[in-house]
């Protein structure tokens, strides 16, 4: 059985993946919605808000091969090989928390205005 990578890895991937946005897409991060964002989700994840899909983003970042799927986990993008189903929803949560955090800090979002009074 493969095992769940820690929050540390997490956390470095994430890194790696947003860095790598910042050099070849840059402003990505103000493309993101991060009320939509899911990673499990392949039109609601990173490259699926990006490219129009996950697979369509793997496409724009190289050639399709199975070398891109390796690449995109290590770059936080994907979960693969976690084991039981469950134990990958739980890394893609933690996915989706990680890269909501590289979000807010690229594309700092205004506090909410209180309610007018009458």
């Known amino acids: 059985m493969s095992r769940i990578p820690d929050w540390a890895g997490e956390r470095d991937a994430v890194a790696r993946g947003a860095a790598w946005l910042d050099a070849h897409e840059p402003g990505w991060a ?4 991060p ?7 392949c039109n609601r994840c990173v490259l699926g808000q990006l490219f129009d899909g996950f697979y369509h983003g793997l496409a ?3 050639p399709p091969d199975r070398s891109l799927i390796p690449w ?9 090989g976690a084991g039981k189903r469950v134990q990958e929803l739980t890394v893609f ?5 990680l ?7 690229r594309v ?5 205005q209180p309610e007018k009074q009458p």
């Open 30 to 33: 103000g493309a993101i919605d």
């Open 60 to 62: 724009r970042i190289g």
């Open 35 to 41: 009320a939509l964002l899911q990673m499990e989700h």
């Open 72 to 80: 995109a986990v290590a770059h936080g993008f994907t979960v693969v």
């Open 93 to 97: 949560a933690r996915l989706t928390k």
């Open 99 to 105: 890269w909501r955090e590289e979000v807010s800090r």
């Open 108 to 112: 700092p979002r205004s506090p909410q």
